[in-house]
Nanobody, 125 residues
Framework: QVQLVESGGGLVQAGGSLRLSCAASERTFISTYGAGWFRQAPGKEREFVATINWSGGSTYYADSVNGRFSISRDSAKNTVYLQMNGLKPEDTAVYYC?????????????????WGQGTQVTVSS
């Protein structure tokens, strides 16, 4: 059972930056699971943001964040990050970290096995 804990959310002005962190309880997380970030705004479905495969050699982004967000992983800290730059009010949502045992880059919620509790990101205009 992999436990994921997100942190780093908060309130930021439009154009600002935040870095979200996702710490995994499982020591083999980094070398075993792919990871992804999703977000859910009020009244909307959870949507894909970014994903990285287990080796960190392959990433994939939603069109809405491509070029502004960057996903990475630190094997020494067993942690996955989401660097968010150029934030917009429409990026406001609860952001969730997830882990998948499937290979490759995955962008569907049903392809992920474990989820964190979420962290709120609010971007003011």
């Amino acid at each position: 059972q992999v436990q994921l804990v997100e942190s780093g959310g908060g309130l930021v002005q439009a154009g600002g930056s935040l870095r979200l962190s996702c710490a995994a309880s499982e020591r083999t997380f980094i070398s075993t699971y792919g990871a992804g970030w999703f977000r859910q705004a009020p009244g909307k479905e959870r949507e894909f943001v970014a994903t990285i495969n287990w080796s960190g050699g392959s990433t994939y982004y939603a069109d809405s964040v491509n070029g502004r967000f960057s996903i990475s992983r630190d094997s020494a800290k067993n942690t996955v990050y989401l660097q968010m730059n150029g934030l917009k009010p429409e990026d406001t949502a609860v952001y969730y970290c997830a882990a998948t045992s499937l290979s490759g880059t995955r962008y569907l919620t049903r392809q992920y096995d474990y989820w964190g509790q979420g962290t709120q990101v609010t971007v003011s205009s």
